[in-house]
T-cell receptor, first 114, second 109 residues
Framework: KAGVTQTPRYLIKTRGQQVTLSCSPI?????VSWYQQTPGQGLQFLFE???????NKGNFPGRFSGRQFSNSRSEMNVSTLELGDSALYLC???FGQGAGTEAFFGQGTRLTVV | GIQVEQSPPDLILQEGANSTLRCNFS?????LQWFHQNPWGQLINLFY???GTKQNGRLSATTVATERYSLLYISSSQTTDSGVYFC???????????FGKGTKLSVKP
């Protein structure tokens, strides 16, 4: 069974540009969550999608957005990139929504903003 | 929201030694996971353990939900155990994990 797949693995962008990251969950999993990891702030929750609906959102500006497709694949978009957006972005998939389900993570996308 | 504290923040061991990592959380939880972050950044699932005790090879974990802590035991450590270990919890109906700051483990040959 394939794991969670994130693309691309590495990305370099210039300030002001926008970027789209992709996440394909484990087959059969319908919940996808996104997290940002930085040395200063640690791992922080961005948003959670289940059945194409955003169920939960972290404390990030509106420049961060996401969506989920009918096949459960998810994308997140960051517009007007800032240097502080440089981070490892991790996607997690789980079978169901809510607290009682185990989450599995992809390898991450390392974004560098210059 | 729930606060998660991990200790110690850093741990240096000689190969073959045993260690205990601790995770304290501030409120009741119904999901607790331990992860190992590899050098490439991926979070590897170690245990899904909202309560009770589990063992997997040289690793074991115990969560005492009523006292709001979890312990990860690593026995006979190997250099490949090096990396950062994270504890993460979910509480109530929330779907997102709340992470601790991690324990950075370095195992010396």
């Amino acid at each position: 069974k394939a794991g969670v797949t994130q693309t691309p693995r590495y990305l370099i962008k210039t300030r002001g540009q926008q970027v789209t990251l992709s996440c394909s969950p484990i087959s059969g999993h319908r919940s996808v969550s996104w997290y940002q990891q930085t040395p200063g702030q640690g791992l922080q929750f961005l948003f959670e999608y289940f059945s194409e609906t955003q169920r939960n959102k972290g404390n990030f500006p509106g420049r961060f957005s996401g969506r989920q497709f009918s096949n459960s694949r998810s994308e997140m978009n960051v517009s007007t990139l800032e240097l502080g957006d440089s981070a490892l972005y991790l996607c997690a998939s789980s079978f169901g929504q809510g607290a009682g389900t185990e989450a599995f993570f992809g390898q991450g996308t390392r974004l560098t903003v210059v | 929201g729930i606060q998660v504290e991990q200790s110690p923040p850093d741990l240096i061991l000689q190969e073959g030694a045993n260690s205990t990592l601790r995770c304290n959380f501030s409120d009741s939880v119904n999901n607790l996971q331990w992860f190992h972050q590899n050098p490439w950044g991926q979070l590897i699932n170690l245990f899904y353990i909202p309560s009770g005790t589990k063992q997997n090879g040289r690793l074991s974990a115990t969560t005492v939900a009523t006292e709001r802590y979890s312990l990860l035991y690593i026995s006979s450590s190997q250099t490949t155990d090096s990396g950062v270990y994270f504890c993460a919890v979910k509480g109530g109906s929330q779907g997102n994990l709340i992470f601790g700051k991690g324990t950075k483990l370095s195992v010396k040959p």
